[in-house]
């Protein structure tokens, strides 16, 4: 993942139903609209984003628009594989990744915000 200067990384952990993602990616399409790099983590119930869904408000499909604008998304591997999203059913924007993404996501970026 980039970690230019600018960036904002978003750790987010809640479920697509939760209010704490909705303000992340409201968060997220603000920052990129003002210009700022975006990096989004999801870990544990925050994983459940990257799967489709179909319904009109699908929260992989939200994903895609994001990441079409500049948004990179990493999910920990780990947590996908326990939740049954392993390689090949998360939305194809998300990356999967270890704990030592997030790491230098944490290190690295400008501003760090977690959400869960």
Do not use: K, W
């Not at 790099?37 to 870990?43: H, N, S």
Request: glycine fraction near 10%.
């Amino acid at each position: 993942m980039d970690t230019r200067p600018g960036t904002i990384g978003i750790l987010l952990t809640a479920s697509p139903a939760h209010a704490a993602s909705r303000a992340a990616l409201a968060l997220a399409e603000a920052a990129l609209e003002a210009g700022h790099a975006v990096e989004l983590f999801l870990m544990e119930d925050g994983l459940y984003h990257a799967l489709p869904t179909g319904y009109r408000d699908d929260p992989a499909a939200r994903l895609e628009r994001l990441a079409a604008r500049g948004m990179r998304v990493a999910a920990c591997t780990f947590n996908a594989t326990v939740r049954g999203l392993g390689r090949g059913r998360a939305a194809p924007v998300v990356e999967l990744a270890g704990q030592e993404e997030l790491a230098r996501l944490v290190e690295n970026c400008d501003r760090f915000l977690s959400f869960g």
